[in-house]
């Protein structure tokens, strides 16, 4: 893996070398798609004069984040310290960590904020709350702090009413470290009609605009407002109160997304290179070497209306090879099928495929990083990898 | 990640820090478990009077593999060529590539065995043994291959009777490349009792020693008669007719061979360290920062009667907590919640657990190594880190 120049940087040297050239599976990012995909977003939040601060988990890549504010870093979310500190690295200096703060990481966050680095921890819990301010007491500096809201019982956060918020809010401000609130619409992923998604939406905001409206009433600032999903984030038509968005996933989209509609397929920004390497025509069956360590155990369109597997399957060039689907996978094996009456289509021994995800984070996760692509460009030879880029691994 | 002596060569040194020490989430392996898991099927190799020849695809890691032979390379099989090189680098010289070979990979192959290592590859069709075989006469040197066969429909393979095996064999013959044949009882996960897996075991075997005689037969030599699976290595009675025994899981073990009943959970070597973030008393549930991330999207239990969940949960000195279980994961959160009627236990937010996977080999490829412990010995502290040990990522 090269550290070549940054793709958004525009230097177009390319790596003279195309999909059919590294050994599979490998994972591929479509730089034009991922382009469209930020475009779109940005154009929303502009529309509902909201600041966006993207969800890095997905690409977890200072190069994918470079697309995202043509060069200049922007205000980022992170699922883990160690982006917070690969993309602290990366001159990125406004940073909110959105897991829970495990008091133990409390040392890491100083160590960022005496960087210079705007980092925002996250906490829904008094133990949590009184650890940050007696960390902050320490250091001698405010550690910004948001409170997590749920508003749709996907995992943490608590409910605005919950006797705890207030109290929480106090002993933040006490020690001048009380940022604002968060939320984020997980059960938008099973909403499978724009209506539903918009009314997720509507609940994301005014659950965190109630939230910050109890805080306020009993004295506390609350700065920020955070709010977003992917899903959401396509479907919000009013942000009153909100001061700023998130998503994640957008960059890249995958099946899960096209499944409730918040994309097509062909929007879809990565994918894993596989090759053929077997046939069982007894079973209907084309083997490739691309099993679960490529595409992930992932199998969220299982509970859509349209299971897709482990992946649709495209050719080199991308386009859909109809009713083709990667139906099982071993560990270092991926099995293909045809559905819907569609013949099995003749790809010898040594043919590549490419197949897209399920959950772009988590089949993203299996790779250490992305060959890129620009599927604008058409070439008469397999596509050029214009770029290899990094992610950030590990915690 | 340190590169410290290998735990099994004894130096006994230590890291100085105990599980509470390291931030999580991050993986552990129980070095004691594990040698008891090794010892077990060694010894059943032996009482069977056939060589082992352990799969190194769950581990991954060169000092997991130490254990496996006191410090001698022995023969090994790996999932793909970024193993191979590895362990070639790591001075094995005995190395069976045990996934379909993907022409376009040879040039990799044939630079192995120029450094020495007796590589062997894999193959069930006539497109891959011209290509292996065109690739031996250019690099003037054979290509051992081996010949996949199907013996009960899991992925690969031809069957025994096949009209394409005995050509495949003439056309590696003929460029000195025919090693033998090779299979995997991979539909024996789903073997749910002893009997099954005995009948499983018999099966695999019959069908390798079947084709390994139609290629006698026909006469082709034969040297290698390769079968395994973690659940047949432990049910087989007999393996007259098979050269060598292939097993990977059962270093480690997980709640999926569990469920089948070919270990205890007691055996389970591997475990993720995560940490209590937050609490949500009005669902019941204990919320981790151990999500997908740190323990895959694996759920193979899902298919067993008692379905684990993401995993079951112990403590920090690896005491199951009765009726606890990851029952929800998102990327970098863990849902636990109690079963069975157990009460939810308190465990307050900074609160360490260890929760055991399904899938050992998917759990494990989250994590760049394993933080090592020894459970046979006793200290009043949380447990000791004696090693980090590295794994081997990517292809």
């Given amino acids: 893996m090269n550290t070549a120049p940054r ?22 990012v479509d730089a034009h798609r991922t382009r469209r995909n930020i475009e779109r977003l940005a154009a929303r939040a502009e529309r509902l004069d909201v600041a966006l601060r993207p969800h890095v988990k997905t690409a977890k890549s200072l190069d994918v984040a470079a697309l995202l504010h043509h060069g200049v870093p922007c205000p980022v979310t992170v699922s883990t310290l160690a982006e917070a500190e690969a993309f602290a690295d990366g001159g990125y200096t406004d940073i909110t960590y959105a897991v829970g703060v495990d008091p133990h990481k409390l040392p890491r966050v100083i160590a960022l904020l005496r960087r210079g680095v705007t980092l925002r921890v996250l906490l829904d819990s008094v133990e949590q709350a009184e650890a940050v301010a007696q960390a902050a007491r320490e250091a001698g500096l405010p550690v910004p702090a948001q409170i997590e809201i749920d508003c749709d019982g996907h995992r943490g956060g608590l409910k605005p009413d919950a006797p705890a918020l207030v109290r929480i809010g106090r002993i933040l401000h006490a020690a001048d470290c009380l940022d ?38 009993a004295g506390l600032p609350v700065a920020t407002v955070s709010v977003g999903s992917t899903p959401t984030a396509h479907a919000a038509e009013d942000l009153t109160g909100v001061t700023e968005l998130r998503a994640g996933n957008y960059v890249f989209f995958d099946l899960v997304m096209a499944g409730i509609g918040v994309c097509r397929v ?13 046939h069982r025509p007894e079973y209907g069956w084309i083997v490739t070497d691309g099993g679960w360590m490529a595409m992930s155990r992932d199998r969220g369109t299982a509970v859509q209306a349209q299971d897709q597997g482990y992946g649709l399957v495209a050719d080199l060039d991308g386009r859909l090879l109809p009713g083709l689907v990667m139906t099982a996978a071993s560990q270092e094996h991926g099995t293909l099928t045809a559905r819907d009456g569609a013949r099995l289509p003749d790809l010898p021994v040594g043919t590549r495929l490419r197949v ?8 993203a996760a299996q790779h250490h990083g992305y060959h890129v692509v620009d599927s604008a460009r058409t070439t008469d030879t397999a596509p050029e990898i214009e770029d290899v880029w990094k992610r950030v691994t590990g915690w």
Same sequence: chains 1, 2.
């Fill in 356 to 363: 897209l995800p399920n959950h772009a984070c988590a089949t």
């Fill in 266 to 278: 062909e929007d879809i920004a990565l994918s894993v290179v596989v090759t053929v390497i077997g």
């Fill in 7 to 28: 793709l958004g940087t525009g230097t177009g040297v390319g790596t003279g070398r195309t999909l059919a050239d590294p050994d599979t599976p490998f994972a591929v």
């Fill in 180 to 217: 604002g609130v968060l939320t984020h619409a997980g059960e938008s992923y099973f909403a499978y009609t724009a209506e539903e998604r918009r009314l997720a939406a509507e609940n994301e905001r005014d659950t965190a605009v109630a939230a910050a409206e109890r805080l306020r009433a």
